[in-house]
Nanobody, 120 residues
């Protein structure tokens, strides 16, 4: 069974920084694209950033130049460094990964979400 576990959320003042981590575990053969999404109260879940196994990245316009996504393939972990945080970044952040399990199954998996609150 494959599982994604996020950590690193919390309360931060505007202009501050946080680093999120998401570790994939279980019977994993390979992980393709990994990414972060977020959902603010009353809004739909939206893409924040993605990264391929080879390191190619893509960002939502709202977070470009402030957020950096990275991954460590050796430990099946993806990170999101968030700088210059704004109140509008407040949301539950979800990790997503496209995983090929050793059972042969392929699919998209989600973490449980971690709350990020930007407020003074």
């Amino acid at each position: 069974q494959v599982q994604l576990v996020e950590s690193g959320g919390g309360l931060v003042q505007p202009g501050g920084s946080l680093r999120l981590s998401c570790a994939a575990s279980g019977s994993i053969f390979s992980i393709y694209v990994m990414g972060w999404y977020r959902q603010a109260p009353g809004k739909q879940r939206e893409l924040v950033a993605t990264i391929t196994r080879g390191g190619n990245t893509d960002y939502a316009d709202a977070v470009k130049s402030r957020f950096t996504i990275s991954r460590d393939n050796a430990v099946n972990t993806v990170y999101l460094q968030m700088n210059s945080l704004k109140p509008e970044d407040t949301a539950v952040y979800y990790c997503n990964a496209n995983i090929w399990a050793r059972t042969g199954e392929r699919g998209a998996y989600w973490g449980q979400g971690t709350q990020v609150t930007v407020s003074s």
